[in-house]
């Protein structure tokens, strides 16, 4: 039995609209909060899922690369430089050119950088290392020494080179080579690491 | 008194009892909206409760199936994928940069005329985007050093050319006797080589690399990415290889 009273019909609009303002409203607004809060995990989510799945190709992609390549890549950019073996592979290539080998050395890290590259890709330039050698050649010798540290294994790229010439026919050369490293060590000796 | 005749103009009841009508039952429109209100409340209140709960449960849901897809992620991996890859970029930068110092005399070779000597060279690499030759050029004589600069211009290596310090001089034997005074001009050239006219084409031509020191090997102090990368990579033998 419904009362159906005007003071009852009145009542009962009143606690109609009280439920709704009171619970009705803020219910749904906190439910299109959480429904915004499910959204956003579920798309943090799938982010995250795509990157797993990403490192997860690029994992099994690294581990597609044999063990000769990353051995020649290590070779290529080095951990770190060996600034005795560095000046004892010069040497090595004088001998193989036949020139006479006069000394060579480590002039420490250098500041280099490339114009090219933006603040951000900066990371992508690795640490360059300076060496000083110099010999006695002619001519042809002095080529075929360049076209040597050109095929090295690692870079050794000439940055300054003063060619005089000297009695006999031969050539003084006074070379500044460059090398690089993909890590560097700090002044206190401890390792750094370039990422991170 | 049945029978007392009715002398009143006023209409008597009679006994038959009349059937009373019902009362009739009338229908507001404003009641009707009433209680559909309350019960539209009453039913929405429910259904948002429960929605409500649903809803919640999902937004768990979504909390656990985030922490999952977190766990899954392995920060060493993504290290390692790193590494590897600004390893790989920082020799690809080099490699794309990488230029032959002795195309440099070819092309100087190619450039320079019989009756010139060179006494001295500098050469010098201004970042990744030029060579600076200094030569200390002497000739015969004013018109082989004008020949001289005209081919120096005209070569395709060569992209800048600037004479400096042209001074006229005197051959002399070695004994310091003068053969010819006034014959013989020296001067500076400054030669710029943009470094994209010398690249590095490996070839067959191009010499065996000499064996060189296997690559420093980091395992006691690097990361442990590092020292599997490095324990790889002292195991092979040292060999030849043309980058």
Redesign the interface.
């Known amino acids: 039995m ?1 009362p ?1 009273g005007l003071f009852t ?2 009542a ?2 009143i ?2 609209v009280g ?2 303002i009171t ?2 409203r803020p ?2 607004a ?2 299109g909060a ?2 915004e ?2 959204a956003v ?2 798309t ?2 799938e982010k ?2 795509q ?2 799945a990403q ?1 997860s190709a ?2 099994a992609k ?1 581990d597609e690369v044999t ?2 390549d ?13 600034e005795i ?2 000046p ?2 010069l040497q ?2 004088a001998e ?1 050119a036949g020139v006479i080998f006069g000394g060579a050395g480590y002039e420490g890290q250098l500041n ?6 933006t603040d951000e890709e900066l ?4 640490y360059a290392h300076s060496f000083s050698m110099n010999f006695q050649a002619s ?1 042809e010798q ?3 020494m ?10 050794l ?9 000297v009695e006999g026919g031969f050539l003084e050369v006074q070379a500044g080579l460059v090398t ?1 490293s ?2 560097v060590a700090d002044e206190g000796g401890e ?1 750094v ?4 | 008194m049945p029978n007392t005749p009715q002398k009143s103009f006023i209409p008597r009841q009679g006994t038959a009892t009349k059937r009373r009508q019902g009362a009739s039952r009338r229908v507001y429109v ?2 009707v909206l ?2 559909f ?2 019960f ?3 039913i ?2 429910g259904a ?2 429960i ?2 709960r649903v ?2 449960a ?2 768990e849901d ?2 656990v ?2 922490n999952e ?2 766990g ?3 920060q060493e ?8 890859d ?6 690809q ?3 794309d ?6 195309s440099i ?2 092309a100087l070779e190619a450039a320079t005329v019989r009756t010139v000597q060179i ?7 201004m ?3 030029e060579f600076v030759l200094n030569a200390n050029v002497i000739t015969d004589g004013f018109d082989s050093s004008i020949f001289q600069r005209g081919i120096f211009e005209r070569n395709d290596v060569i992209e800048s050319v600037k004479i400096e310090n042209l001074a006229l001089g005197q051959e002399t034997t070695g004994e310091g006797q003068i053969i010819a005074a006034g014959s013989q001009v020296a001067f500076t050239a400054r030669l710029g080589v943009p470094l994209t006219k010398v690249p ?1 084409i ?1 070839n067959q031509s ?11 090997s ?1 395992e006691a ?3 442990s990415t ?1 020292n599997e ?2 324990t ?2 002292a195991a ?1 033998p040292a ?5």
């Open positions: 419904i159906n019909q009145i009962s609009v606690v109609s439920i709704i619970y009705v219910e749904f906190a439910i959480t429904q809060e499910i995990y579920q943090e989510r995250i899922s990157v797993n490192l690029l994992v690294m063990q000769e990353q051995r020649r890549l290590n070779a290529y950019i080095p951990e770190y430089v060996d073996a560095v004892r592979d090595f290539i193989e280099y950088t490339s114009p090219e590259l990371v992508y330039f690795p001519y002095l080529k075929n360049l076209q040597l540290l050109e095929s090295n294994e690692y870079p790229e000439v940055h300054n080179l003063t060619v005089t010439s690089y993909h890590l390792e690491e370039v990422i991170n | 404003f009641t009433c209680y209100l309350l539209s409340t009453l929405a209140t948002v409760f929605y409500g809803i919640d999902q937004l979504e909390i199936a985030l897809a977190i899954v992620f392995n991996e993504m290290n390692k994928v790193r590494d590897f600004i390893r790989l970029r920082q020799a930068f080099r490699i940069n990488s230029v032959s110092a002795a005399f070819t006494s001295e060279l500098t050469l010098e690499r970042a990744d985007t590095f490996p191009t010499p065996a690399p000499v064996p060189v020191t296997p690559p420093v980091t102090t690097s990361t590092d990368l490095s790889s990579s092979l060999n030849t290889i043309t980058p």
